[in-house]
Nanobody, 123 residues
């Protein structure tokens, strides 16, 4: 099985910073795209940023210039550095990973999600 575990969420004041981490573990041989999504109360889950295996990032317009996604392929990890946080960034943040594996001799390519980590930004 494949598991994603996020860490680094918390309560901060507007203008402060947080760094989220997500590590992928389990039985697989490759991770392609990785990403961060968020879901605020009463809203749909939305893309924050994603990054290809070779490090090319894509950002939502609302976070450009403030949030930075990165990854460490050797550690099977993805990170989200969040600077100049705003109250509207308050949400549960989820990491995702496109994972390739063999299960009982069968090739699989699946999208996995973490359990989420709460980020709360106060005024």
């Amino acid at each position: 099985q494949v598991q994603l575990v996020e860490s680094g969420g918390g309560l901060v004041q507007a203008g402060e910073s947080l760094r989220l981490s997500c590590v992928v573990s389990g039985n697989f041989f490759n991770i392609n795209g990785m990403g961060w999504y968020r879901q605020a109360p009463g809203k749909q889950r939305e893309l924050v940023a994603r990054i290809s295996r070779d490090g090319n990032p894509i950002y939502a317009d609302s976070v450009k210039g403030r949030l930075t996604i990165s990854r460490d392929n050797a550690k099977n990890s993805v990170y989200l550095q969040m600077n100049s946080l705003k109250p509207e960034d308050t949400a549960v943040y989820y990491c995702s990973a496109q994972v390739q594996s063999y299960v009982t001799g069968t090739y699989r390519a699946d999208l996995y999600w973490g359990q989420g980590t709460q980020v709360t930004v106060s005024t």
